[in-house]
């Protein structure tokens, strides 16, 4: 069921003739509301079912390892909603000799090895970051190590990408009285907001800066970053950057 139902998606695009086709889906089934494939619900399901048809058996079984993984977090929650008790899955062994099989084809160890990779979305990266830059503003706690390894594993190019990695470097650095690490990871989180966002946030790193200086007794450091903020803030029309710099 669960094959048929992966690589008949397809089905649920208006020009699905143009996808891999499963010919032992029963006609019926054909949805009633169907998506165009230049849509973004659309695209993604076309991208299901092409990326389905080249699997290989080994990445097929993964997928469906997977799923009963995802499935199984919520099974006691969808059984006391519905009001039904909790089934045996037709996939746990039921005889010795069904636990040899398993056991020897590596499958059974594989569906519950719980050291696979976690896979994360940038959305949700980008979100936890952020909220862990709030929390260390507020608080001043150093990141708890669960986040120390996350920025561990993430490469240059992909903190580019979620420039708050750089922005938690800097706050651990500053909180340590490190000079030169704060100042080189100030630099490189505004460097990449400006990339991404134009010149939108350049007095504020100025103001960040000044904040820098100023923690570290560099008065006249500190006031010449203020003046150029101010004035950089002034060609921008930016009204709300006042508000921030009255908290300074």
């Known amino acids: 069921m669960f094959h048929d139902f992966v690589s008949s998606v397809n089905r649920l695009l208006v020009d699905y003739q143009n996808t891999p086709k499963n010919t032992n889906v029963d006609e019926r089934t054909q949805p009633s509301k169907l998506l165009t494939s230049s849509s973004f619900l659309g695209r993604f399901v076309y991208n299901i079912a092409i990326a389905f048809e080249v699997l290989v058996f080994d990445d097929t079984v993964e997928l469906w390892n997977t799923f009963l993984k995802y499935r199984e977090e919520t099974k ?18 039921q005889t010795q000799w069904q636990k040899q099989v398993l056991k020897n084809s590596g499958l059974l160890d594989a569906r519950v090895d ?50 708050s ?7 651990e650095s500053w909180k340590q009285s490190d000079y030169e690490g704060s100042f080189n990871a100030l630099h490189r989180y505004f460097d990449y907001m400006m990339s991404n966002k134009q010149q939108l946030f350049y007095h504020y790193a100025l103001l960040s ?36 710099f009255c908290s300074f």
């Open 76 to 93: 006691e929650l969808w059984s006391s909603l519905n009001g039904h008790k909790v089934k045996k899955s037709l996939v746990e062994p």
């Open 114 to 163: 719980g050291s696979r990779q976690q896979v994360i979305s940038q959305i949700d990266l980008a979100q936890m970051l952020e909220q862990q830059v709030q929390i260390m503003q507020k608080y001043s706690p150093p990141p708890p190590q669960s986040m120390k390894n996350i920025l561990k594993l993430l490469s240059e190019s992909q903190r580019g990408i979620i420039p």
């Open 165 to 171: 990695a750089y922005y938690i470097d800097y706050l």
């Open 209 to 244: 800066l000044a904040t820098l200086h100023a923690s570290f007794n560099s008065d006249e450091e500190a006031l010449r970053a203020i003046d150029e903020a101010i004035l950089v803030a002034r060609e921008n029309k930016d009204l709300d950057f006042g508000t921030r």
